[in-house]
């Protein structure tokens, strides 16, 4: 799949009605959502570095990540500040807060390989 593609479809739609809307199942790389256990919006992550603008800022709560994929998260735009390694799905981003940093919706940055 080539780009970042918003995946959700919407009300009564399906991957043929949509220009943006892909069907999950077609998806083989890492997938960012907006919602905690993979719901809500779907972003496909292309390999390579994405700010937000290919996904929401700050708005991220959980990652799909395929074996032999890496994802890793930065808090800042750039791919700056706070980083978290992904290398298997992960339902719940909060899980990985640690001290006081905080990963459920704060993610500005991805970078896929």
């Known amino acids: 799949m080539n780009g970042n ?3 959700s479809c919407g009300a009564g739609q399906d991957a043929s009605q949509a220009v943006n809307c892909v069907a999950p199942t ?3 790389g890492p997938v960012a959502y ?3 256990d993979f719901g809500g919006n779907q972003y496909a992550l292309k390999a ?3 700010d937000f603008g290919a996904f929401p800022n700050d708005g991220i709560s959980s990652v799909r990540v395929p074996a ?3 994802v890793d998260l930065y808090q800042d ?6 980083e978290l390694t992904l290398t298997d799905h992960a339902p719940r981003l909060a899980a990985y807060d640690k001290g006081s940093t905080r990963w459920n919706d704060t993610v500005s940055c991805i970078r896929v390989s």
Request: hydrophobic share 25%; proline share 0%.
């Open 77 to 82: 735009k750039g791919c700056a500040g706070a």
């Open 68 to 70: 032999g994929w890496r």
């Open 26 to 28: 077609l998806l083989s």
């Open 34 to 36: 907006d919602d905690t």
């Open 48 to 50: 390579g570095t994405q």
């Open 5 to 7: 593609h918003r995946t």
